[in-house]
C-alpha cells in the first residue's frame, strides 16, 4: 500500500494526491499537520528516504527554521522540534515497499510508482 504525507494546502501536495489517484494503486493519505507522529515516525521515512540528516527533509525557507536556527540543532533536537512545527517537513512525501521519495519534483513520485 502505498501512504503519502499530505498537506492538502499544498499545491504539490495536491498534485502528487491526483497522480496517485489516476495511478489506480490503493494508498492512503495521512495529513501530519492534522495527525500525530513520533520520532520513531520521522526516523523510519528518513531511512525509506535513504537519508542520514535530517535537515534533507526540511522546508529550510520556513521562518521557523530560521528563526529556531535549525542549522546548528542536533537531530534529536530537530525531531523534537518537527513534533511541534511539522509544517517544517518537506511535502509530499510518498511511501511505498518501504521506499519514500519526496515529491519535488514530480519525477521522483513517477519513478517511485514505476518500480
Not at 494508498?27 to 535530517?54: A, H, R, S
Not at 523534537?80 to 521506499?99: A, T, V, Y
Amino acid at each position: 500500500m502505498i501512504k503519502i504525507w499530505h498537506n492538502p494546502r499544498c499545491s504539490k501536495s495536491r498534485e502528487a494526491k491526483t497522480i496517485l489517484e489516476e495511478s489506480k494503486e490503493e494508498f492512503e493519505v495521512f495529513e501530519y499537520l492534522k495527525n500525530d507522529f513520533t520520532k520513531n515516525d520521522i526516523k523510519i521515512i528518513m531511512d525509506q528516504l535513504g537519508i542520514d540528516d535530517i535537515k534533507d527533509m526540511l522546508r529550510k525557507k520556513e521562518k521557523e527554521y530560521k528563526e529556531l536556527e535549525i542549522d546548528l540543532k542536533t537531530q534529536d533536537e530537530i525531531l523534537d522540534i518537527l513534533l511541534k512545527i511539522p509544517k517544517l517537513i518537506e511535502r509530499p512525501i510518498i511511501i511505498k515497499n518501504n521506499k519514500a521519495v519526496i515529491a519535488r519534483p514530480m519525477e521522483n513520485l513517477t519513478e517511485l510508482l514505476k518500480g
